[in-house]
């Protein structure tokens, strides 16, 4: 028989909520648009795949950033998924309020959308749908294309940058 607890927001503070969700390890991605021909980009971790046919991902984005507003503004955007030699650029893409492309070098997508050449993968979407949630929007991206590259992945635990290096020689197992 299910069981459900009805816990208010009240009772779990979002410093706990952070905390506690900090246990579930995750990559780094970050979600890159353009709006009004201004280039914009934010780190994220709550990168989800959704759907394989279609192949939809959603991103949880603050209502407080400037990429939430650019990017269902553009209607289209990136995730760039980022390598284990990649924690600078989650950093810098982490910064409120500064100019994160100051310096980097980016290419144009295939769907007009800038993308970081490097990264270990990036996937170009276009808004399938968005929901406000809370304190964060979330953006679901139809996936059009896609770019992936070898290396090892970027992995945040704990609000630590870790990596996977020493598991990279053992099997691939497939869970679903
Ligand atoms: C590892 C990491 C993961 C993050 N994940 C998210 C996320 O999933 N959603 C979000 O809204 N902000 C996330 N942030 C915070 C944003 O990157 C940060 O608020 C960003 O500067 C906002 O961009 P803006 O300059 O457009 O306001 C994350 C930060 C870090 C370091």
Known sequence: ????????????????????????ATGVAVVTTRAAGVPHGMTVNSLTS???????????????????????????????ILSARQEQLALRFARRGEDHFAGLE??????????????????????????????????FGHVRSVCERDGEPLAFHGGRFADLADRANEPVHWFF
Request: charged share 20%.
């Open 1 to 24: 028989m299910l069981t459900t607890s009805s816990t208010s927001s009240a009772e779990v503070d979002p410093m706990t909520m952070r905390r506690t969700m900090g246990r579930f």
């Open 50 to 80: 959704v759907s394989l046919d279609p192949p939809l991902l959603l991103v949880c984005l603050t209502t407080g950033a400037r990429s939430t507003d650019a990017v269902v503004e553009a209607g289209r955007f990136a995730v760039n």
């Open 106 to 139: 980016v290419t144009e997508g295939r769907h007009r959308v800038p993308v970081i050449p490097d990264a270990f993968a990036h996937l170009e979407c276009d808004v399938e749908r968005h929901l406000i949630a809370g304190d964060h929007v979330v953006v």
